[in-house]
């Protein structure tokens, strides 16, 4: 019943100032003759951080599990187990004496305390605080501040630093900095994140940059931070996103996409991996994270192109008109030819039909479709050649027209 122990978690970040603490209440403890208390700190783990406001998990914070133990101050057989703060409304508020065991901590707040009672002196006067004080016998004693020490022979100033010190550490905001109300370690676990943003993209059709905000559209990283940190965001929606049934299994291939890039020469694919390799993101690097879905989206319509490509066959017949619906594959700009003073664009433009068959087009026209509108196009064919394994169909005075969908 001798030893007292404090076990809780904090912030990783505040393991220094709860070192300070019981350091500085250790200092103030040694003045009144009282042992001082020995401090273990754990190593960081992630935690989840839940959102005071709505209870949603957010997230996770480092964290670290802190305890605190010593002794119970103890003379002659007495402990002073609880200080009673009376207000002036009658009500008595009790605060156990810090890391309390549990069961003497359930026995003392059992007892039954009068205001203003001192069995020590016996004076009935107004007071604002005493304290409950237990004898091994287990007899219990409530006290006046000036009769604790003389009853007990335990220093009441001595106790009160150790109450005020350790008092601290339950009543420390340990969120610190926080930006938009959240605190500024919380970090969002990379398959929620992934599985978030797949969701959205699934609503939204395709995956939107922030390079894109002119078109009046929210940029699919802002929505997923939106879906993490924006309080206003329509409860209504984000149950929309987690209703979303294909998200996951889209998440989990685009992390693996993402991971197979770490080490690659290519700068972005590199960053991609080693965020997607981790467990959790800084909030500052979910754009870049996010972007991993339309880079899985592109490689994966690459590569249905390619299978369907190797089906390709020549079309028609030099000379021919023909008329064809299809997806431009490829944009590449060419040299410029000039004319004088003249400069004429020209640009290489890819399609290719629901059959595989791919088209190819040199244009000097003044506008051209963009990659990925589907077109009715019409051309002339003027030859037919093979591109590596793929067979093309060479068209020249093509007219392409995008397709208008037409509602259901």
């Given at each position: ?14 393991a220094s ?8 209440t250790?200092?103030r ?14 190593a960081?783990?992630?935690?989840d951080?839940?959102?005071p ?9 480092p ?13 002659s ?8 703060d009376?207000?002036e ?18 026995e ?30 287990g007899?219990?004693r409530?006290l006046?501040t000036?009769?604790v ?5 335990l ?31 919380l ?15 699934l609503q939204?059709?395709?995956f939107y ?10 940029p699919?990283a802002?929505?997923?931070s939106?879906?993490?940190?924006d ?9 929309a ?21 770490y ?17 959790t993101?800084?909030?500052?690097h ?8 339309a880079?899985?989206?592109?490689d ?15 079309q028609g ?16 700009e060419?040299?410029?030819?000039h ?8 640009r ?31 051309g ?21 027209t ?7």
């Amino acid at each position: 019943m001798n030893s007292a122990a404090m076990r809780f978690d904090i912030p990783a970040t505040s393991a220094s100032r709860v070192r300070r603490l019981v350091e500085a209440t250790n200092t103030r403890a040694a003045v009144h003759g009282l042992t001082a208390y020995s401090l273990d700190i754990s190593a960081p783990f992630l935690a989840d951080y839940e959102d005071p406001f709505d209870g949603r998990i957010v997230g996770q914070r480092p964290t670290v599990t802190v305890t605190i133990f010593g002794e119970i101050p103890r003379h002659s057989g007495w402990t002073v187990v609880a200080r009673l703060d009376h207000d002036e409304e009658g009500e008595t508020i009790l605060s156990l004496f810090p890391g309390l065991p549990d069961e003497l901590a359930q026995e003392a707040s059992g007892q039954r305390v009068i205001k203003n009672v001192c069995h020590g002196c016996k004076v009935a006067r107004h007071r604002s605080a005493t304290y409950l004080a237990r004898h091994d016998s287990g007899e219990y004693r409530q006290l006046g501040t000036t009769c604790v020490e003389p009853y007990t022979g335990l220093p009441i100033k001595g106790l009160e630093a150790v109450w005020r010190g350790f008092g601290r550490l339950k009543e420390s905001d340990w969120d610190g900095d926080s930006e938009g109300g959240f605190p500024a370690d919380l970090r969002v676990v990379v398959a929620e994140a992934l599985r978030v943003a797949a969701a959205v993209v699934l609503q939204d059709g395709r995956f939107y940059s922030r390079s894109e905000e002119w078109k009046n559209v929210t940029p699919t990283a802002d929505s997923v931070s939106a879906y993490f940190f924006d309080r206003r965001a329509p409860m209504e929606w984000r149950a929309a996103i987690d209703a979303e049934f294909d998200a996951p299994s889209i998440a989990a291939a685009v992390r693996e996409w993402a991971v197979q890039g770490y080490g690659s020469t290519s700068d972005y694919r590199h960053k991609v991996g080693q965020l997607a390799k981790a467990e959790t993101v800084d909030p500052r690097h979910l754009s870049t994270l996010v972007s991993a879905i339309a880079g899985w989206h592109r490689d994966q319509e690459k590569a249905a192109t390619e299978r369907a490509a190797r089906n390709s066959k020549p079309q028609g017949i030099k000379g021919e008109r023909l008329t064809v619906t299809a997806t431009v594959t490829t944009v590449i700009e060419l040299e410029e030819r000039h004319y004088g003073y003249h400069a004429q664009r020209r640009r290489l433009i890819k399609f290719q039909d629901q059959e595989g068959h791919v088209y190819v087009w040199f244009s000097s026209a003044a506008t051209v479709p963009d990659k990925g509108d589907e077109v009715e196009l019409t051309g002339t064919v003027k030859d037919h050649s093979t591109y590596g394994e793929v067979a093309q169909t060479v068209l020249t005075r093509c007219r392409a027209t995008q397709r208008q969908l037409t509602a259901a």
